[in-house]
């Protein structure tokens, strides 16, 4: 138990991690029944989030007004930077989802018998929604106190049914969302700088 354990020839964890990382993922998983079941599986269908996601913009264009025109590309750059990183991260890593590891196939309670791509590490969900909440959080004026305990929760949620449903394990919920956290403070720095520099050049004109 000691030495390493290897999951693939690229990706390697100690043996004690991925112990560990599989206990949590088949206590979280085994925790299942009819209603979370429900639950869990449309949090984690990427359309239930649009209506919040329309909200977000509303807030956004609230605070900004026609400013909100700058805020789309960012959003969309971001949001496939997040992608796009978090898929090179699923295939060079090579990890199994817990729902496709052999070892754990039989002891994965499926809903719906959806489990996703092959490889899941890093989890793409929990990237994307880490990043929005954080570049949410951060362009927006401190008075929004209540935003963000609703989007901590939207993130621990996204994050949780992931795991729930046996597509991620506790470390590639994690580590993505330090990816997306990283991601949206460079994004976050770049939006910043986008509206000084517009303001600076309508003051000039003005």
């Not at 046996?166 to 910043?192: T, V």
């Amino acid at each position: 138990m000691n030495a390493p354990f290897l999951l693939d020839k690229k990706m390697v964890l100690p043996a004690w991690l991925h112990e560990l990382d599989t206990k949590l993922e088949l206590a979280i998983n085994g925790s299942h029944d009819p209603l979370l079941d429900f639950i869990f599986y449309w949090a984690s269908y990427k359309w239930t989030w649009i209506p919040f996601y329309a909200w977000l913009l509303y807030i956004l264009y609230r605070n900004y007004g026609k400013k909100i025109v700058y805020f789309l590309p960012i959003i969309a750059a971001m949001t496939a930077t997040t992608d796009q990183l978090s898929t090179l991260l699923k295939n060079t890593t090579l990890r199994f989802r817990p729902c496709h590891e052999p070892a754990l196939q039989d002891l994965i309670h499926l809903v719906n018998n959806a489990c996703g791509g092959k490889y899941g590490f890093v989890s793409s969900h929990a990237a994307n929604t880490m990043a929005l909440a954080v570049f949410v959080c951060l362009v927006l004026p401190s008075k929004y106190k209540n935003l963000r305990f609703g989007l901590l929760a939207f993130v621990l949620i996204n994050g949780y049914s992931r795991m729930y449903l046996g597509a991620h394990y506790p470390l590639d919920i994690l580590c993505g969302w330090i990816l997306g956290f990283i991601i949206a403070l460079l994004f976050s720095s770049l939006m910043k700088i986008i509206l000084n520099s517009t303001d600076q050049i309508k003051s000039r004109h003005e």
